[in-house]
């Protein structure tokens, strides 16, 4: 981010170079949400957005629709929210659509995701009934757990990107705007290859129907090619490559991964940097969960399994730097466990076993035991990275940059340009965020060095 350092006498300030006025778009009209997989996290979502507009819920979690940004120094006693602050889309300017593998509307979907209670589902049925899936693109062979039965046909997998596009074509005749959003089953792991470097192999490899391009990759070609923004809230590498990278520059279409962060990662990068701006070191940390939703029925899978534990295992080391501090994290016992456990569905479960110790050696334990919602969690994550694309694609500054880590606050694994680590601190993506926010509207970044004020 561009900032410059204006130093006078004992006063410490950092400015962004922007003037004070904005540049970026105003959000008029229609945005248009195209969410792949309407199941548990997209219903709660669509279902959640229309509780708020009709006044029957606070949208709580999401930090675009509560959260307050600070302005200036403390003493100016100014903290608008952020939707008052940046010109985001109303939550009432929403148009929902998408794509899954059965042809359940999205009431039906919901009613079988079994987040929401059937008296607020029955209340909102009209409205829910309505939206319909398109058929999607699906092939077991990269989720070996379903089966679809609402799939598209075509030729090779350029015939089936194609079809996507006429999708989004047909949907962008009816909205202003559009957002992609992958909110559907975790795909089998896979690493890029020689197929994901450059456009010109990678639809070569569409026209050769190469195995190293699963459906999330079809979607995403689709979605950037036609300028359209792209979140992937599961683990896979889907934006995670050059191609697709170059893309989203190409076509100024803002990406964004991987991985809602909702349950025990976001719990994990709490206290990690807690006990790392302590000093205290940390011998083991095991993480178990059980899960009895669709989603741990997929994970339940060792292939996508692996997609999902990968993604959960970058945090700790990124965070406790063991490279710096050898003496307190070299030797972490890291292990991450995911069970399938129907009888619980959506009401997952995680417990943390972490072995710390202190001053002198002294061995001590903290257990987490999180009892949580994961679709209750991850819908107001989902919410807000629609809604920050869309922004970033309106801020000239940043609808070109392909990779918006700025975003990485909500994400398990996110993703940076080459070279850099991926900042999981919560607290550091925070500020990073609401930085950048600050930077494109023009106003001063706040750095909390605070000497001003004893001017
Ligand atoms: N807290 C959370 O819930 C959380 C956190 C992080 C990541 N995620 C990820 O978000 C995704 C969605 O989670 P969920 O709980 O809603 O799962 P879910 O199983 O309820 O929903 C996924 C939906 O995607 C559909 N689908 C599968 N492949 C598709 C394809 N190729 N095209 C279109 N639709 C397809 C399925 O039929 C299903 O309806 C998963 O990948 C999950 O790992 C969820």
Redesign the pocket.
């Known amino acids: 981010m561009a900032t410059k350092k204006v130093v006078t006498k004992k006063k410490v300030v950092t400015k962004s170079k922007r003037p004070a006025s904005t540049k970026v778009k105003p959000a008029k009209g229609k945005l248009g949400v195209m969410v792949?997989?309407?199941?548990?996290?997209?219903?709660?979502m669509i279902a959640g957005v229309e509780a708020i507009r009709r006044g029957l819920a606070k949208p709580i979690g999401s930090l675009t629709q509560m959260g307050t940004i600070r302005l200036g120094k403390r003493t100016d006693n100014k903290s608008p929210l952020i939707k008052d602050f940046v010109p985001l889309a109303d939550l009432n300017d929403l148009v929902f659509t998408?794509?899954?593998?059965?042809k359940?509307n999205v009431y039906e979907?919901a009613v079988?995701?079994a987040v929401l209670d059937k008296d607020t589902l029955t209340q909102l049925k009209p409205y829910l009934e309505k939206i319909k899936?398109m058929p999607?693109?699906?092939?077991q062979y990269?989720?070996k757990r379903?089966n679809?039965t609402y799939?598209k046909k075509g030729k090779n997998k350029r015939d089936l990107a194609n079809q996507i596009i006429a999708d989004i074509k047909a949907f962008k005749k009816t909205v202003d705007r559009v957002v992609m959003i992958?909110?559907?089953?975790?795909?089998i792991y896979l690493e890029p290859t020689a197929v994901h470097q450059t456009i010109e192999s990678f639809e070569k490899g569409l026209e050769n129907d190469d195995i190293g391009i699963?459906?999330?990759q079809i979607?995403a070609y689709a979605a950037l090619t036609q300028g359209v923004p792209f979140a992937n809230?599961?683990?896979?590498v889907t934006v995670d490559c050059p191609v697709m990278v170059e893309l989203s520059k190409k076509h100024s279409a803002p990406i964004c991964g991987k991985?809602?962060?909702?349950?025990q990662?976001f719990m994990k990068t709490v206290l990690a940097p807690g006990l790392k701006a302590r000093m205290l070191g940390v011998k083991g940390w095991f993480s178990f969960n059980m899960l009895g939703?669709?989603?741990?029925?997929?994970?339940d899978d060792p292939q996508?399994f692996r997609s999902?534990e990968v993604?959960k295992m970058g945090s700790l080391d990124y965070i406790f730097q063991p490279e710096l501090y050898p003496d307190l994290y070299k030797d972490i016992y890291h292990k991450v466990r995911i069970n399938y456990y129907p009888p619980r569905g959506?009401d997952?479960e995680a417990w943390d076993n972490i072995d710390i110790f202190g001053w002198m050696n002294y061995p001590m334990q903290i257990k987490v035991n999180f009892q949580?919602k994961?679709?209750i969690?991850?819908a107001p994550?989902?919410l807000d990275l629609v809604l920050f694309l869309d922004l970033a694609q309106r801020t000239p500054e940043l609808r070109s940059l392909g990779i918006q880590e700025w975003l990485s606050f909500y994400l398990?694994s996110p993703q940076t340009p080459d070279g850099l680590y991926p900042e999981h601190d919560l607290f550091i993506q925070s500020m990073k965020l609401k930085n950048t926010l600050r930077h494109i509207m023009g106003e001063e970044l706040i750095t909390h060095l605070g000497l001003e004020y004893y001017d």
Not at 233 to 236: E, I, K, L, V
């Open positions: 792949v997989g309407l199941g548990a996290v997209a219903t709660t998408g794509w899954d593998i059965f359940d979907a079988h995701a899936p999607a693109v699906f092939d990269y989720v379903l679809g799939v992958w909110c559907a089953s975790t795909e699963p459906p999330s979607y809230g599961a683990p896979m991985d809602f962060k909702t349950g990662t939703n669709r989603d741990g029925e997929v994970l996508s999902k993604s959506d997952k949580c994961d679709s969690l991850a994550v989902a398990k």
